[in-house]
């Protein structure tokens, strides 16, 4: 009976490949925040790191879970196992609002890539306006059908992928003419001093992505052979991935200053020509068009999941183009509506500052899923081995954030340019502050809603181990 129900989960080694490739590697559009907020030999070394103490760690940690807890709503499913309903409720909004700011760090990246395809002149504050009409014509597609959907993440795939293995090839020859210099591990050079907190937040952001493979749980077969198998094949791809487009673009304009989203298109002109930065431009708009689309889905269903516990399933019933779940969609219209409306309105951020934002949250996500992970395993040398490492990156990267948010930049030079920073980053810990008051309003109401204080999860047994198991499954044992 269990040998059959493997058989029907839909996922083996390779249809798994594919989707974790997208959402752990994807391509590396984007990226020029990153070479320009740090010097070259830093961010390399920070690429090199952050895979190993998180990435790793956070895939083993995904695939124990994923084994024990084969359900698909992953990141939720372990911590509110872990943690009781409360924290979980709490955790829950965190992700949605993750995945939502997520879902909008890609229309503004695709805006700035057709921005350097238009002929010049058009204005820059164009883009908003770019973001905006990407956002909403995802969701019409989303309208027509889920089978549209993956109709056009099949060709988004190949148009995606293609030019940038064109990029790394036209590239590899600069790789011989790389100035050494250029590397200095310092946190400034003669281009400047690093902006730590949006460099580590950027280098964590471009490699994250397993912690996400938990929502495939329940759809892969064998998955302790196929996670491993999989998680093994992309750490070395996403190392590689994040770092080549690094050293070959420095190679070609070593001036960090120039860099921003969009940039690369440049450098595929100098390396083939004017053509080349057509073909570019498109693979990038696609690209991000793509991981828009995937990640906007995950927090519709979030966003509904949330509004369950909100409401006890009383939602209204018309009008029932909105209320009425629609088979087509796999949704209720009326969240993935509220959802893109949330998330164009985030599209008048800059890449960098929603970057920061979101790894802001994920910082809890992150620590709350290791606190659970350390739970589940009963405090075994493997857990707190595995858990460690994230926890003091995430840690970390807190520390960072307080102390950007607390200490002024001294490149600023003149009284208004001061005070702007100041208006900025006051704005910015409000936001903070009140995204996670707002996680904790919503986890409480959704309790009280409910009728429930706790699932008591965290009740001691002799040995100081609670399970994670479903109250079924524990009766059963």
């Known amino acids: 009976m269990a040998e059959d129900e493997e058989e029907e989960k839909p996922l083996g080694f390779f249809g798994l490949l594919v989707i974790a490739f997208f959402w752990t590697v994807g391509g590396f559009y984007g990226n020029e925040e990153l070479i ?33 807890l084969p359900q698909d709503a992953g990141l939720v499913v372990w911590v509110r196992e872990g943690l009781g309903t409360t924290v979980g409720a709490y955790n829950s909004v965190l992700v949605w609002l993750v995945y939502l700011v997520d879902a909008a760090v890609y229309p503004v990246i695709a805006a700035n890539y057709l921005l350097e395809l238009l002929p010049e002149g058009v204005e820059e504050k164009w883009n908003i306006f770019i973001a905006i009409i990407i956002v909403f014509m995802v969701f019409l597609v989303k309208v027509a059908g889920v089978e549209y959907i993956a109709k056009v993440a099949g060709v988004v795939s190949m148009v995606s992928l293609i030019p940038s293995a064109i990029y790394l090839a036209c590239g590899m020859p600069a790789l011989a003419k790389v100035d050494k210099s250029t590397f200095v591990t310092a946190v400034e050079d003669g281009y400047g001093k690093a902006n730590l907190c949006l460099t580590i937040s950027f280098v964590i952001w471009i490699n994250s992505g397993f912690e996400s493979l938990g929502s495939l749980a329940g759809q892969v077969r064998n998955p302790e052979r196929n996670f491993s198998r999989v998680i093994l094949v992309l750490l ?150 595995l858990a460690t490492p994230p926890s003091l990156i995430m840690s970390g990267l807190f520390f960072i954030h307080i102390y950007y948010y607390l200490t002024l930049n001294e490149d600023e030079e003149t009284e208004k340019e001061l005070k702007m920073q100041i208006v900025y980053k006051f704005a910015a810990a409000l936001i903070v502050c009140g995204s996670l008051l707002f996680c904790h309003g919503i986890s409480y109401l959704c309790r009280v809603n409910n009728n429930k204080t706790d699932y008591k999860r965290w009740e001691h047994s002799e040995d100081e181990s609670v399970s994670l198991l479903p109250p079924q499954q524990q009766q059963q044992q």
């Open 36 to 68: 320009s907020a740090s010097p070259v030999g830093l961010t390399l070394v920070l690429l090199a790191i952050v895979p190993l103490c998180l990435s790793l760690p956070m895939a083993i940690l995904s695939k124990d879970f994923s084994i024990a």
């Open 236 to 385: 070395p791809v996403l190392i590689a991935m994040n770092m080549l487009p690094v050293i070959i673009s420095t190679a070609v304009d070593p001036n960090r200053t120039n860099y921003y989203s969009g940039h690369f298109s440049y450098i595929a002109q100098k390396q083939a020509g004017l053509w080349f930065k057509y073909v570019f431009g498109i693979g990038a708009v696609a690209c991000c068009v793509g991981l828009h689309n995937s990640q906007s889905i995950i927090a519709e269903r979030a966003l509904s999941e949330i509004f369950r516990e909100l409401v006890s399933n009383k939602l209204p019933t018309s009008p029932q183009f909105l209320f009425a779940y629609s088979n087509r969609m796999g949704i209720i219209p009326v969240f993935a509506l509220a959802n893109s409306m949330m998330c164009a309105a985030l599209c008048i951020g800059d890449v960098g500052t929603l970057v920061e934002y979101e790894m802001f949250l994920l910082i809890i996500i992150i620590l709350l899923t290791a606190m659970a992970f350390v739970r589940y395993n009963r405090y075994t040398k493997r857990s707190v081995i």
